[in-house]
């Protein structure tokens, strides 16, 4: 089954990749290696999960704003998301981290419900037009 839905264009650009789907928040400069994008804290849902050329799905991230920089380091390693999208609220951190990573971001529509979305699932960002497509494997 396909779902199509309709975001906020926070940072523009087009990306694909394996869905990676939390309700958890995020902490990227404490919680994620930045040398390979791994998951590391042993309290979150995806502990053991990269980053790498997924497409992230989270409410949003909690932490410093060294949060963004953080996010930019994935970047210059080689190791980030493809592309991000916050389903609760856009922080200033997962915004500004993005915006100087080049990674795309979009903010789920406030009346929008999201489907129940199983990981591993393939998913494109259309951030020219806002769309998430999510296509269930």
């Given at each position: 089954?396909?779902?199509?839905?309709?975001?906020?264009?926070?940072?523009?650009?087009?990306?694909?990749?394996?869905?990676?789907?939390?309700?958890?928040?995020?902490?990227?400069?404490?919680?994620?290696?930045?040398?390979?994008?791994?998951?590391?804290?042993?309290?979150?849902?995806?502990?053991?999960?990269?980053?790498?050329?997924?497409?992230l799905?989270?409410?949003?991230?909690?932490?410093?704003?060294?949060?963004?920089?953080?996010?930019?380091?994935?970047?210059?390693?080689?190791?980030?998301?493809?592309?991000?999208?916050?389903?609760?609220?856009?922080?200033?951190?997962?915004?500004?981290?993005?915006?100087?990573?080049?990674?795309?971001?979009?903010?789920?529509s406030?009346?929008?419900?999201?489907?129940e979305?199983?990981?591993?699932?393939?998913?494109?960002?259309?951030?020219?037009?806002?769309?998430?497509?999510?296509?269930?494997?």
């Amino acid at each position: 089954m396909d779902y199509s839905l309709n975001c906020k264009v926070i940072v523009g650009g087009r990306a694909k990749g394996r869905i990676l789907s939390t309700k958890q928040p995020i902490n990227f400069l404490s919680s994620v290696d930045h040398l390979t994008g791994l998951i590391t804290d042993k309290n979150h849902e995806l502990c053991g999960e990269f980053l790498k050329d997924n497409l992230l799905i989270f409410p949003y991230a909690v932490g410093s704003s060294v949060g963004a920089y953080s996010i930019f380091a994935l970047k210059c390693n080689g190791v980030s998301p493809s592309g991000i999208i916050c389903t609760l609220k856009t922080d200033i951190t997962t915004a500004s981290g993005c915006a100087i990573a080049n990674i795309p971001l979009l903010e789920l529509s406030k009346d929008q419900e999201i489907p129940e979305i199983e990981n591993f699932s393939e998913g494109t960002v259309d951030g020219i037009s806002g769309i998430l497509q999510i296509k269930k494997v």
